[in-house]
């Protein structure tokens, strides 16, 4: 898996990463029957548009699966079964952006081959290490016997189920310090490199208490000394952890660039009528005697005020939460104080409502009848809202007289 460096500039020239990067999300779903999960798995969709998608972990299978599986709206796709409520992979990938071929699928990994139109093909393997010892040796050995055998770029990520050093996990014990030096040694003999992270330190957390929380940095992304050079931007990113012990994490082979700022203009909110406050503004300030053209201009003044003030701008709240969740993790993955579990708790529930007034804002915007399945598909409201807009635009007037258009944009 090692190579001379000077070989593989040669071999892999960064040129080939100035195209747009591919982004690859693993996560550690706990479970994949539940409506709540896929409105989460549509939004983080939604949000980081990944190439690849994988889910570990899934607990489900046959056609219980399938029904979910059609639901995620990926063109291509493949899956390991999960054995009766334990286990189960699912890959997800976009046909249009990469070309995927299937090498290896079982219980622990699924290794494909990843091809892009400009590119060199690369591999990519999902892993969800078993917290069974001697089946997880048996995925580390599997791991070597196609590495002898397959030269090229590789990247493997998902929940190793181990770390790699005893400050990755919040408890210490003799078992732990074993187990973190035999998983480092298998590093040390396949030449694996960690990628960078950005976002919390753990990837895993339970407990709600100072006496029983625990967490660990289970989930990561490595890669062989081909890859880091052939991506020397590419890094992973620790996403906000909400319906499942495990947060997401992303990688992208080019690194991860700011999130710009989303600006929208004001309108009447459905969404403000599942606010706990809005009946009660509406309360005091209704006034049924006065007349009806002036009052409507001057409620809707203290209206746009409240939206403001207290109600707040939908993006700006949720990007807010998700900050302060990010930063809440983190800290407790560095021993923070107790009740900082009770506020992350606190925070997801926040975060959750702020979700459901996304999708019915966006539901709003976009004039359409009905929730088909009742999922968060902000996606296709934008779109629809947009191709809306298209339609109603005046683009030009025609003078009558001249045939001469006036643009009026």
């Known amino acids: 898996m090692s190579a001379h460096p000077n070989i593989l500039m040669d071999r892999y020239p960064n040129h080939l990463s100035r195209k747009p990067g591919l982004s ?5 779903v706990q479970g994949a029957g539940s409506a709540v999960f896929l409105s989460m798995l549509k939004e983080l969709i939604r949000v980081n548009n990944p190439h690849v998608l994988a889910l570990v972990k899934t607990q489900i299978s046959g056609a219980t699966a399938q029904r979910v599986c059609d639901r995620i709206n990926f063109g291509g796709k493949t899956r390991v079964e999960a054995e009766g409520f334990s286990g189960g992979i699912w890959l997800f990938w976009r046909p249009e952006e990469v070309t995927v071929t299937l090498f290896i ?10 091809s892009r139109v400009g590119e060199i093909p690369w591999y990519y393997t999902t892993v969800y290490a078993s917290p069974d010892i001697t089946k997880k040796e048996l995925l580390w050995k599997d791991l070597e016997d196609f590495a002898r055998t397959h030269n090229r770029p590789w990247l493997v990520m998902g929940d190793f189920n181990d770390t790699r050093f005893l400050h990755e996990r ?10 973190c030096n035999k998983l480092n040694a298998w590093f040390e003999t396949n030449n694996w490199i960690d990628l960078d992270y950005s976002g919390p330190n753990h990837t895993w957390s339970r407990g709600h208490s100072a006496d029983s929380r625990k967490w660990a940095r289970l989930d990561r992304a490595i890669c062989n000394s081909s890859w880091r050079v052939m991506f020397a931007e590419g890094s992973i990113r620790h996403l906000v952890a909400n319906q499942s ?23 009447f909110q459905a969404a ?10 509406v309360a005091n300030n209704w006034n049924n005697e006065l007349p009806l053209i002036p009052f409507i ?6 209206l746009q005020t409240w939206n403001k003030v207290v109600f707040r701008n939908i993006f700006e709240r949720k990007r807010s939460l998700e900050r302060r969740l990010l930063g809440v993790q983190r ?51 934008h779109l629809s ?17 001249l045939g001469l258009g006036r643009a009026i944009c």
């Open 24 to 28: 690859l999300m693993t996560w550690n």
């Open 385 to 401: 809202t947009v191709i809306r807009r298209k339609h109603n635009r005046i683009e030009a007037l025609q003078d009558g007289k």
């Open 170 to 179: 919040s408890r210490d014990s003799e078992c732990m310090r074993r187990r």
């Open 272 to 281: 403000w009528m599942c606010h706990a406050k809005f009946s009660e503004f």
């Open 105 to 114: 699928h079982n219980s622990q990994h699924i290794t494909v081959e990843i």
């Open 297 to 302: 201009y001057n409620f809707a003044e203290k």
């Open 331 to 381: 800290k407790l993955s560095s021993g923070g104080p107790d009740y900082l579990w009770k506020f992350e708790q606190k925070l997801r529930g926040q975060l959750d409502e702020v979700l459901r007034e996304e999708e019915l804002l966006w539901f709003q915007k976009s004039r359409m009848e009905a929730i088909c399945d009742g999922d968060r598909n902000t996606r296709l409201f």
């Open 245 to 267: 012990d495990h947060c997401p994490i992303i990688v992208n082979t080019n690194g991860f660039a700011p999130i710009p700022g989303i600006l929208r203009p004001f309108r």
